[in-house]
């Protein structure tokens, strides 16, 4: 292992203590019906309890949106769904999304970040099989979004059964490696 995937590990390990992730993946997201306009991403999924029971799950989406403000735009107006008024009937009173703030230096806005809240009041409620079952669906049918295959933290909680195929680490270090 080289000295830059090593570092890479380090940082992750130090967000991972401070975030609670539990899972993340990468998806692809439709500007347009022109499939050459898919825009890649990645969904951290981070959990954070009030309670032994009762917090939220956090989906961060991060796209790369190459500092250009036009696919920016695009983007935003994509997750501005989450605020259609209308849509009320459809959502939990315990979701929540909020808009993203303009970035504020260049190297900001290369990247759109949002972030969406789903609270929970029993730890069941915030299950990966739950994850798996009703929430990545929900984003899906909100979002023009195809998610890859989650890939799980390791963790020391009893839902060790759901399949994983290579480590989240791994996972992050080829996606970083794809983009240079």
Not at 45 to 67: E, M, P, Q, W
Not at 68 to 96: C, G, H, W, Y
Request: proline letters at 4%; hydrophobic letters at 40%; glycine letters at 4%.
């Amino acid at each position: 292992m080289d000295n830059s995937t090593t570092e890479i590990e380090k940082q992750l390990n130090e967000l991972r203590g401070s975030e609670n992730f539990i899972g993340f993946c990468a998806f692809d997201l439709f500007l347009d019906d022109d499939e050459s306009r898919r825009k890649d991403g990645v969904l951290k999924i981070s959990r954070h309890n009030h309670t032994a029971k009762t917090g939220f799950l956090k989906f961060t989406f991060i796209v790369d949106v190459y500092g250009d403000k036009l696919i920016r735009k695009q983007v935003l107006d994509l997750f501005a769904a989450f605020q259609d008024t209308s849509a009320d009937s459809e959502m939990d009173p315990n979701f929540m999304y909020i808009r993203p703030p303009e970035p504020a230096t260049q190297k900001d806005k290369a990247w759109f970040i949002g972030e969406v809240f789903f609270h929970f009041d029993s730890a069941g409620a915030a299950s990966k099989e739950n994850v798996v079952k009703f929430f990545i669906p929900f984003l899906t049918l909100r979002l023009p979004v195809e998610f890859s295959d989650l890939e799980w933290w390791e963790s020391s909680s009893d839902e060790k059964n759901l399949p994983q195929k290579k480590s989240a680490i791994k996972s992050i270090t080829d996606f970083i490696k794809s983009k240079f």
